[in-house]
């Protein structure tokens, strides 16, 4: 049987569950962004280049870049999700350990940062459940009050 969390981690649970919420959009968003510059590094031969005589932002084939010293905003994207993916399994622990969960759920929360669309699905799924278990532990709290 599993353990369900203890009424006492309730404030830490709530806390964990909007780092949890933010990280995982954010990390969800970069990882669509890094989706978009492959394509268009292996699809079509371009990265994206900041500041080019185009405007902010442009693509422009990988040799161009190179050779007119440009800043490749395709790497700065990819350093980014790796970042953000540090911390969005950081708040997936953060939010697993007090909810007590099976560690395949951990392993699953962890694919969200790593397969495409899987991270915005996961928050709502996560979100949903530990809002009602909040909100159980809040009305059993009123009754015994």
């Not at 995982?24 to 292996?42: A, D, E, K, P, Q």
């Not at 953000?84 to 560690?103: E, G, H, K, T």
Request: charged share 15%; hydrophobic share 55%.
């Amino acid at each position: 049987m599993p353990l369900a969390p203890k009424p006492s981690a309730a404030p830490r649970i709530r806390l964990a569950l909007k780092l949890y919420r933010v990280t995982s959009i954010i990390t969800g968003s970069f990882l669509l962004l890094l989706c978009l510059m492959m394509i268009l590094r292996y699809g079509f031969g371009v990265d994206i280049e900041l500041a080019g005589p185009f405007g902010a932002l442009y693509l422009d084939p990988r040799e161009a870049i190179a050779e007119r010293g440009g800043i490749n905003f395709s790497t700065w994207i990819l350093i980014a999700h790796g970042w953000f993916y540090v911390l969005y399994i950081a708040s997936d622990f953060n939010l697993w350990s007090p909810m007590r969960w099976n560690p395949l759920r951990l392993m699953i929360m962890f694919l969200g940062g790593i397969i495409p669309l899987l991270s915005f699905i996961l928050e709502r799924l996560i979100h949903r459940e530990v809002v009602g278990w909040l909100e159980t532990l809040d009305s059993t709290e009123k009754v015994a009050a």
